[in-house]
């Protein structure tokens, strides 16, 4: 159960989720696109409720990538990343330019004559990654791009590759939250990391505000050394 939950996703920030399995996190995200309804308080988008937007409006703004998201019909990659421009009347030209964008953002563009159904789990994951990117492209202020844990599936390099494109797509002006497990990733990509406790906010600041000995030991229960990284200088978390 969430509880006392207030946080506004900043255009142009990457907003990280973190905390303990059962913290809240899948919770908070299904809030904030609507498929949750709260007991108490609401969501905006845009200074309008959520549950105003209508559907084709809402979809052009906020994209969601679920923690799970699967196909059971053999679709080629293009037409499942080509999903993502339903919600817009862009035409078929500028559709494929940008299903071809998000797809080598993605680093997915070689998959793009593949059948779904014959990709591997994290193959699939960075398709789907390419559909909602798709669905905001190219991420400009007034999107919002909400993830759930888009790197569960990935290998080290893919992580990063993709945790960059959430990255540029923020760059250029969209508001992004992802929830992720990986302390070190979130250090290094997050503007601003919100750790879930229990279904409370114990803390909402900078990573390195945030991501600090105690409140790692009081949230996970594990010992760290937080140190500066050699070279980017954001923290760097190390199990005792």
Known sequence: MLQDINLQLVPG?????LGPNGAGKSS??????????????RVTLQGQALDA???PARAQRLAVLPQISSLGFAFSVQEVVGLGRLPHASGQQRDREIVEAALRAADAWHLVER???ALSGGERQRVHLARVLAQLWPGEQGSTL?????????DPLHQHTTLQAVRSFADRGAAVLVILHDLNLA??????????HQ????????PQAVLTPGALE???????LVLPHPERAHPLIITR
């Open 146 to 154: 909400l993830l759930d844990e888009p790197t569960s599936m990935l």
């Open 13 to 17: 920030q990457v907003l990280g989720v």
């Open 28 to 41: 908070l995200l299904s809030v904030l696109c609507g498929e949750l309804t709260p007991d108490q308080g």
């Open 218 to 224: 009081a949230v996970f229960g594990i010992d760290v």
């Open 53 to 55: 937007w209508p559907g």
């Open 115 to 117: 059948s779904y159904l």
């Open 199 to 206: 279904g409370r906010c114990h803390a909402l600041a900078t």
């Open 187 to 196: 250090a290094r990509y997050c503007d601003r990391i919100l750790l879930l």
